[in-house]
């Protein structure tokens, strides 16, 4: 089974600063989707951004970019000029590539971002 | 357009009653997924629906959780006899069957058992 793990439960950012959120998952499938998700304290879970385990490029948005490293089963959130509407939780999820029925997202258990003014 | 959409935003229930979840989601979304987030067991999957396919009722923790989907869109969740530990915020995501990958969240249901 498929699982994800984020080791912060907790981190905190200087505004205008670059924080970066760990990952790291396990699974025995080649082709998948990796995610983070924001979820300010409305509950909304808003999609940040998305990576394909076929590219190896790293997805970037903006001011939120990846470090994908494969063979290590890493993903890393990195948040450059960090504003104060980015303080959430941050959860990692991965989902299979060929969806279907086994097309849910698997989370992590999050990391609550703070940042200061 | 319209985001996905889930009501009641709260609810308050006494242990032993039976409580419904709705959840509409985008128009044109085929798919629609339902999870629990609570304290202790973080983000879990508890069922999907694909068009007018059977549903996948894998991650339902009790056969007092059921839920339907009627007409390939509104989706009600359903908890019978609720006890203390269904106390969670229960959300609903769907997607498209083009972008199946791509799951938008409605704000959620919290549940809170008395």
């Known amino acids: 089974a498929q699982t994800v793990t984020q080791s912060q439960p907790e981190m905190s950012v200087q505004e205008a600063e670059t924080v970066t959120l760990s990952c790291t998952y396990d699974t025995s499938e080649s082709d998948y989707y990796l995610f983070w998700y924001k979820q300010p304290p409305s509950r909304q879970m808003i999609l940040v951004i998305r990576q394909e385990a076929y590219k190896q490029q790293n997805a970037t948005e903006n001011r939120f970019s990846v470090n994908f490293q494969k063979a290590a089963k890493s993903f890393s959130l990195k948040i450059s000029d960090s504003q104060l509407g980015d303080a959430a939780m941050y959860f990692c999820?991965?989902?299979?590539?060929?969806?279907?029925?086994?097309?849910?997202?698997?989370f992590g258990k999050g990391t609550k971002l703070s940042v200061k003014p | 357009g319209a985001g996905v959409s889930q009501s009641p935003s709260n609810k308050v229930t006494e242990k032993g009653k039976d409580v419904e979840l709705r959840c509409d989601p985008i128009?044109?979304?085929?798919?629609l997924y339902w999870y629990r987030q609570s304290l202790g067991q973080g983000l879990e999957f508890l069922i999907y629906?694909?068009?007018?396919?059977?549903?996948?009722k894998s991650g339902l923790p009790s056969d007092r959780f059921s839920a339907e989907r009627t007409g390939g869109s509104v989706s009600t969740l359903t908890i019978q006899r609720t006890q203390q530990e269904d106390s969670a915020v229960y959300l609903c995501a769907s997607s498209f069957s083009g972008r199946a990958y791509e799951q938008y969240f409605g704000p959620g249901t919290r549940l809170t058992v008395t």
């Open positions: 999820a991965y989902r299979r590539s060929w969806g279907g029925s086994q097309g849910n997202l698997i």
């Open positions: 629906f694909q068009g007018n396919s059977a549903p996948d």
């Open positions: 128009s044109g979304h085929t798919a």
